[in-house]
């Protein structure tokens, strides 16, 4: 076996619009965090929105346990694109390398972010200013782009952004 | 900021037929696993059928990158449920934290699995048999239940399995 398998394209403008449209247009993903307590991946559903540049933002409760891992370890992946009607593997999804950063509550950037949140989100407005929710910006370092079938591509960090 | 959140109710009847079922009626569930080179958590998108004892199998290639992973380091967590329309966070779904064991070609284990995931996946029998293509058993150790807003529950392997 290769590291880098044949079955791997060159990534051109199409894969690279591909992989942003999924992340884009995704109201929720499939994150993975590392459990501080077992060392595990441990991998459930979050609400996400993106910001200016693109980077996936989510809105955790400090209950949670992907929160606490966060805390602990920054190191995550996220899953995006959801399969439609038939074979659940023909439908395109990526998969992004990302490092997890918690955002303070003051300040401009956290005004963008709730703003940004609230506006994919607006049933948030329920629980988005409680004391024990935050938000953390999931920094992408790089991802996995499967476009379907033998449509396998890998993409830089700049690949993904928008600014 | 307690270990168990008072969130987590009692597990009964209820709590442990919906996770039986989330399992058995999934087609694809996202599979999060470590990434030998990086250490981080990595989270993709597999179809899944399941054993006679609710265990989930799956069928991946040796060139993937989680097929990679499992074989140097079993620990696994998946991802069952899937959102339907309206709020995402509304919709059940499923972790289970898992240990994942490699099945041989041989055998009447293999047989039994072949024919579980061919009969789950019909269109399968066209890579079933490849020779880098293997079956894991993705043995459940524990499981979180989200059963929508306020309805989480811990569940054991036992609370799982069907046999």
Redesign the interface.
């Known amino acids: ?2 590291d880098k ?1 044949s ?1 791997i394209r060159e990534t051109d403008e199409d894969a690279r619009i591909l992989a942003r449209d999924l992340m884009h247009k995704a ?2 993903a ?6 501080p307590e ?8 979050v ?1 996400i929105a993106d910001d200016v540049d693109g980077a996936p933002l989510i809105l955790v409760s ?2 949670s ?1 992907h929160t ?1 891992a966060l805390m602990k370890d920054p ?5 995006f ?3 439609g009607k038939g ?3 023909a439908h395109p ?1 990526l ?1 992004v ?1 990302c490092s997890a950063q918690r955002l303070d509550r003051q300040g401009d950037t956290h005004e963008r972010i709730r703003m940004r949140f609230l506006d994919r989100h607006p ?1 948030s407005k329920l629980y988005i200013d409680f004391p ?1 929710f935050c938000f953390f910006r999931l920094i992408p370092l790089d991802a ?1 782009l ?1 476009g379907g079938f033998g449509r396998a591509y890998i993409l830089s960090a700049e690949d993904l952004m928008t600014l």
Chains 1, 2 share one sequence.
């Open positions: 076996m290769n398998p079955v109201a929720h499939a994150l993975a965090v590392i459990d077992t060392g595990f991946p441990s991998v459930s559903r609400l400090g209950l346990a606490k190191r995550a992946s996220m899953l694109g959801e399969p074979d659940p593997l999804r998969t390398r049933k024990d996995s499967n």
